[in-house]
């Protein structure tokens, strides 16, 4: 994360230093490989969490903050298989403001943006197919997915990662704003339902609205333009 798009020398060869996200061009998803666990017999003098039957373990895992159920993936390969596990059944996910204080504070500014992006493609391409409803809430200014400056990267992971989302929550983040909400409905056509309530929306691309769209949410989003307010009382099937 130091050499993130900076240049370095090894051995007089220069190298460029790139993350890779899932989404990125030429990204590949490597399944895990077969495991190998160690079947020694128990220790009854070192108790130890280890010794949990799966379904016990996973259960526990479940109270954890999402934050830190994705880092405990590196305790050992047999907690990276069963939080794999676990995400390829979550139906939702709500990423509030909880969830991002939850990264490390000692990151700079540059590396905070990374770090957050990280996790968050992470947590779309664990979850998958099998995402039904994902929300965001909390503080404005804290949300990397309405951000042009990378034009929109994760609004298009999302459409490409989790091609069954349904439902989708911005509320109360106000850098959703015009152009962020019509890439959002321009690129997730089969939306059922939207909140957008508490954001910068105005409303003129409301005649791009998804046709299975049953509910939109727009209380509090004062931006919204009264002629557009009227058109889609008129035209809108919601």
Same mark, same amino acid.
């Given at each position: 994360?130091d050499l993130n798009n900076q240049e370095c020398?090894?051995?007089?060869?220069?190298?460029?230093?790139?993350? !890779?996200?899932?989404?990125?061009?030429? /990204?590949?998803?490597q399944p895990l490989p077969d495991r190998e #666990?160690?079947?020694?017999?128990?220790?009854?003098?070192?108790?130890?969490?280890?010794?949990?039957?799966?379904?016990? *373990? *996973?259960?526990?895992? +479940? #109270?954890?903050?999402? !934050?830190?159920?994705?880092?405990?993936?590196?305790?050992?390969?047999?907690?990276?298989t069963l939080l794999y596990v676990m995400f +390829?059944?979550?139906?939702?996910?709500?990423?509030?403001?909880?969830?991002?204080?939850?990264?490390?504070?000692?990151?700079? +500014?540059? @590396?905070?943006?990374?770090?957050? $992006?990280? !996790?968050?493609?992470? *947590? =779309? =391409?664990?979850?998958?197919?099998?995402?039904? &409803?994902?929300? /965001?809430?909390?503080?404005?200014?804290? #949300?990397?997915?309405?951000?042009?400056?990378? @034009?929109?990267?994760?609004? =298009? *992971? !999302?459409?490409? =990662?989790?091609?069954?989302?349904?439902?989708?929550?911005?509320?109360?983040?106000?850098?959703?704003?015009?152009?962020?909400?019509? @890439?959002?409905?321009?690129?997730?056509?089969?939306?059922? @339902?939207?909140?957008?309530?508490?954001?910068?929306?105005?409303?003129?691309?409301?005649?791009?609205?998804?046709?299975?769209?049953?509910?939109?949410?727009? &209380? /509090? &989003? $004062?931006?919204?333009?009264?002629?557009?307010?009227?058109?889609? &009382?008129? $035209?809108?099937?919601?």
């Amino acid at each position: 994360m130091d050499l993130n798009n900076q240049e370095c020398y090894q051995t007089d060869n220069r190298l460029i230093i790139k993350p !890779m996200l899932p989404g990125d061009e030429g /990204f590949v998803w490597q399944p895990l490989p077969d495991r190998e #666990y160690d079947l020694s017999p128990l220790d009854p003098s070192k108790p130890t969490i280890h010794v949990l039957a799966d379904d016990a *373990m *996973m259960e526990i895992l +479940k #109270y954890l903050p999402l !934050m830190e159920r994705i880092v405990c993936e590196i305790i050992c390969r047999r907690w990276q298989t069963l939080l794999y596990v676990m995400f +390829k059944s979550t139906t939702h996910l709500n990423l509030d403001q909880s969830y991002l204080m939850r990264v490390p504070l000692i990151f700079s +500014k540059t @590396k905070f943006k990374f770090f957050r $992006t990280a !996790m968050l493609s992470k *947590m =779309l =391409l664990l979850t998958g197919k099998s995402l039904n &409803s994902l929300s /965001f809430s909390g503080r404005n200014d804290e #949300y990397v997915l309405f951000d042009n400056s990378d @034009k929109y990267k994760l609004i =298009l *992971m !999302m459409a490409q =990662l989790c091609p069954n989302l349904e439902c989708f929550s911005a509320k109360k983040c106000l850098q959703l704003n015009e152009r962020a909400f019509k @890439k959002l409905i321009s690129v997730m056509p089969c939306l059922v @339902k939207i909140d957008v309530s508490h954001t910068a929306i105005k409303g003129n691309c409301f005649n791009l609205l998804p046709e299975s769209l049953k509910e939109l949410d727009i &209380s /509090f &989003s $004062t931006l919204v333009l009264k002629e557009k307010l009227i058109e889609l &009382s008129k $035209t809108c099937k919601i």
